[in-house]
Nanobody
Framework: QVQLVESGGGLVQAGGSLRPSCAASGSIYMNNAMGWYRQAPGKQRELVAD???????LYADSVKGRFTISRDNAKNTLYLQMNSLKPEDTAVYYCAGDIRSSATTRSIRYWGQGTQVTVSS
């Protein structure tokens, strides 16, 4: 049983910064790729950034150069440093992890509950 718990969202003015985090807990045999997604009202969920266990990263073009994804493997925690925030970054941000709960199970995608990020103009 795996849970992903997010924190660190909030309200910020354009140009400001936030650093939400996501902690995975429970039965974790191997925590593979993890990522951040976001969904604005009435919009489809989209990938923001992801990171492999080895630290390779991928970013959406819209956030490249402004956001930095990182992870602490020892703590099973994911971070998203968001700088130079824009109103169009406003969305619910979800963390996700491809996690194996035991040596005999395949990797399953788990999702956090989402944290609201609101950027005012």
């Amino acid at each position: 049983q795996v849970q992903l718990v997010e924190s660190g969202g909030g309200l910020v003015q354009a140009g400001g910064s936030l650093r939400p985090s996501c902690a995975a807990s429970g039965s974790i045999y191997m925590n593979n790729a993890m990522g951040w997604y976001r969904q604005a009202p009435g919009k489809q969920r989209e990938l923001v950034a992801d990171i492999t266990m080895g630290g390779s990263t991928l970013y959406a073009d819209s956030v490249k150069g402004r956001f930095t994804i990182s992870r602490d493997n020892a703590k099973n925690t994911l971070y998203l440093q968001m700088n130079s925030l824009k109103p169009e970054d406003t969305a619910v941000y979800y963390c996700a992890g491809d996690i194996r709960s035991s040596a005999t199970t395949r990797s399953i995608r788990y999702w956090g509950q989402g944290t609201q990020v609101t950027v005012s103009s």
